[in-house]
């Protein structure tokens, strides 16, 4: 590291330089507290007395040798504060930390786990071309240990190990292409799952060490699942063995709580500091680096556009200019890594380059179709009509940005309910109403993200304390509903005009948006030398033989449809007769055919030319 790039805040591997690294003949110790009066490293090798570091000219660098210091060795930095305080500090560049309630880092080795992912990291991409079935989940909920529910939960969890095994399996079986963990970086609650964090370079001793998550990622890759990490840039928590005037002043938050304190009981970063820019760049190239993480979902991006996250406060320009300039230097170092803004603002160009004035993120969270999709499927169906385009109104934006769709953690906790139970009515008309739900998610342009237990309809809202529902799988509706997930994932990763060219407003067509009476919404996907048509029924009314209007001859041949029997619905399961369309005028359209399409369903066909038939 140039120590004048991280005063500037252009470093990005600060982590190289700072915290506890092996050496020949010892450990050496660095750390950054230009305030600090002094410190000392405390810890195993000495007992937890204190070892004076030395401070190395008006460098801010504080730096201590200690031969006898090992790997697997606790320590922490006892910081004479500018303002009178002494307080032990782990380390804020800790490669791991002890389990909560405890706050020692740990000497660690980086180099003694050896990935064998080389072939997946060569051909890995940026996937615009690609499908992205992307699955969230909270490691220590996805399933847990036999166990009695009321002990503590650390008895409970799987290790980062232990979880690479039946996760991969499932996530193979039931056709995604990326898991997405929520995020890992060690913290204090566990009811904050993560997003208030203490050890920005240390993943949670909760599941294991850092070689057990290097396991984890390497086995992903070695079977071919990408894995993408949640990331916290916008604030830390407030805990004092943490960040929190760290050298006895505000050194990494800033120096007022009007802008310092946050909506979350943490404080915000301060990026108009070089040493803040630094810190964090440098924790998102270590995750990416030293795991080998495909992405970075980036949390609470509002927050760093807009000062407390309130447009009507501004525009926080120290803030904005750090995010863009560490997504470039991310792409630069890790060209087909994915970055992922989770905002829901308007503000312009988060996905386009930064040397056209972007944000520079490769995909951004489609809040509003989220917020617009669930809100029209709550509402009863004799009201839909007034709300019809609510579904249609994300393809006016659409193009503005690089989309992903996302049903993620948040939809389904805090008494939001979970995604099937924001569906309106009663238990069994739920059911296909959620089915169609997702399979127009699916068929809509943008890549897609589901949280944990909606693949097979959790009813219980998520509880970082327990794991999901498993057991429901022993009832057809449940059963049968990852069935048509499972199926539906199968055809969107293997139909190249669901997922090829999605960002060109060229490959997507409506020809029904304006049938608010009847509920009624078509549209053609063409990608990749591939067609397929989407109809969808949102009405509670069976629309027998109904109409739709198409502009050529061609063949229409069922390859999904959500009423099917064997998801429980009440269409028998047949094989599909194509159906070919008819010089029969129809609205705008020169061609037509007719079809029956059931209360709350979507179908899917494939559409082929007449000369095919």
Known sequence: MVIQDY???????AYTFFGAHLEYGGVMFRTYAPNAKAIEVIGEFNNWNGFYMTKEGTSGVFSAFISNAEPGQMYKYRIHGADGSITDKSDPYGFRTELRPNSASYIVDMNSFRFTDSEWMNRR?????????????????????????????????????????????????????????MPLAEHPADCSWGYQVTGFFSPTSRYGTPDDLKYFVNECHNAGIGVITDFVPVHFAVDGYSLVKYDGTALYEYPNTGAGASEWGTYNFNYFRGESR??????????LTEYHFDGIRMDAISNIIYWQGDA???VNNGAVNFIRSMNSGLHHLHPTALLMAEDSTNYLKVTAPVEYDGLGFDYKWDMGWMNDTLDFFRTPPDERPVHYH?????MQYFYNEL???PFSHDENVHGKATIIQKMWGDYDVKFPQCRALYAYMYTHPGKKLNFMGGEFAQFREWDEKREQDWDMLKYPLHDSFLRFITDLSLLY???????????????????????????IYIYEREAGGRKVLVVLNFSDKNRENYTVGVDKEEIFTE???????????NTPTVPAKPVKSEKQPYKWHKFSFKDTFAPFSAKIYEVSPLSKC
């Open 7 to 13: 005063y500037e805040g252009r470093a990005f591997d």
């Open 390 to 394: 609510k579904i249609t109104f994300s």
């Open 278 to 287: 630094s810190f964090m760049q440098s924790a998102a190239n270590y995750w």
């Open 125 to 181: 991409t940026n996937n615009y071309n690609s499908p992205m079935n992307i699955y969230e989940i909270h490691t220590g909920s996805w399933k847990m240990k036999p166990g009695d529910e009321g002990s503590p939960a650390e008895e409970r969890w799987y290790s980062y190990r232990e979880l690479a095994e039946p996760l991969i399996e499932y996530l193979k079986k039931h056709r995604y292409t990326h898991v997405e963990v």
């Open 493 to 519: 990763t293997s139909n190249p005009a669901l997922y090829e060219a999605e960002y060109n407003s060229d490959c997507f067509r409506w020809l029904e948006a304006d049938a608010p009476e009847d509920c």
């Open 403 to 405: 989309y992903l769709l």
């Open 312 to 314: 009507k406060r501004g």
């Open 559 to 569: 390859v999904l449809y959500s009423d099917s029997s064997i998801y429980s619905g």
